[in-house]
């Protein structure tokens, strides 16, 4: 089994559709000092905005580049935790300090073991 990527850190780069995805969910949600992506196996994306608590600044949004809609896999599991690769934080500038960052990213994310 192949080992999943979770990096939980600024260090992540968006990729360029998900880049104009997160841009629209920071305009929409002024408490937002970041949104939280999770990207799956099957290509999908789950999306929310969240506040300097680490608490939602918007609805989740599912989407999958280049596509009417996500995928027949997504729409049955809603996006299972078990087909997930990577999960990361794209922080709005100024970003928070390296503190809130952690709090945020533990409460959010959560914390590997």
């Known amino acids: 089994m192949a080992k999943k990527q979770q990096k939980k850190s600024s260090g992540l780069a968006p990729e360029k559709g998900e880049l104009a995805m997160i841009e629209g969910i920071i305009e929409g949600s002024p408490d937002a000092v970041g949104v939280a992506v999770v990207q799956y196996d099957c290509g999908c994306r789950k999306m929310a905005a969240v506040d300097k608590n680490g608490d939602p600044a918007s609805k989740i ?28 934080i794209h922080w709005k500038s100024p970003e928070p300090d390296n503190t809130t960052q952690q709090m945020i990213i533990a409460k959010v994310l959560g914390t590997e073991q």
């Open 61 to 88: 949004i599912m989407y999958r580049d280049n596509a009417d809609s996500i995928c027949e896999q997504c729409k049955d599991d809603n996006g299972s935790y078990m087909r997930m690769v990577k999960q990361f």
